[in-house]
């Protein structure tokens, strides 16, 4: 099942076409954006394997500059992605589905920047460290039994175990890239 009411909150078991319709998803924005999308990449808890999730596919397209995807409102228009605007700082969000139901939330942001980088980290860490998924997932379904008509509140009520699971997925990611590093003779002087 993809494709959820507009402003509810209904968690699902993951499922396996959740990977198969972003792949999907994938393959036609790099064919629409060509080179400008640097890198796109299935983001969010459809990405996390071992955790409930809205059934709403978010996809992250990494473009050198917010600017780069302008030009091509249209022809994403043409394909069903629908432009939102920046709603919030440092993201332009284009969204798929009709009025009523969402199925896709795509994020541009900036290649490497912090939205990037944070949305890769979570992912990554989430479906590493399994006792870290748990936690959030608890918290999601409690939110969401809580919340079910209201997004707005759900999704306030994940910010604190968000930003405290990002900052530990930062520091994750960079003992992971120090670990890789120091297997080939790379010295990271500054932990010396």
């Not at 808890?45 to 500059?65: E, G, L, W, Y």
């Not at 709603?87 to 969402?102: N, P, Q, S, T």
């Not at 890769?120 to 999601?140: H, M």
Request: net charge negative; hydrophobic share 40%; with cysteine.
């Amino acid at each position: 099942m993809v494709g959820l009411k507009r402003g509810t909150v209904e968690l699902i078991p993951h499922q396996k076409e959740w990977s198969e319709n972003a792949e999907n998803v994938i393959r036609l924005l790099k064919q629409l954006l060509g080179d400008t999308a640097i890198d796109i990449q299935h983001i969010g808890s459809t990405a996390i394997s071992s955790i409930h999730a809205k059934p709403i596919i978010d996809i992250a397209i990494a473009v050198n500059n917010l600017n780069d995807i302008l030009p091509y409102i249209d022809l994403l228009k043409q394909h069903n992605i629908i432009f939102r605007g920046e709603m919030i700082a440092g993201e332009i969000l284009f969204v798929m589905g009709d009025d009523g139901i969402r199925t896709h939330h795509i994020h541009i942001v900036k290649w490497i920047g912090a939205e990037w980088n944070n949305y890769i980290n979570f992912r990554d860490y989430l479906n590493e460290c399994p006792e870290k998924a748990i936690l959030y997932d608890t918290c999601k379904q409690k939110l969401a039994m809580q919340f079910s008509n209201d997004r707005k509140s759900y999704t306030a009520g994940k910010e604190k175990i968000i930003q405290r699971l990002l900052a530990e997925a930062k520091l994750w990611r960079e003992i992971e890239i120090n670990d890789d590093n120091s297997q080939f003779g790379v010295v990271n002087y500054e932990t010396i």
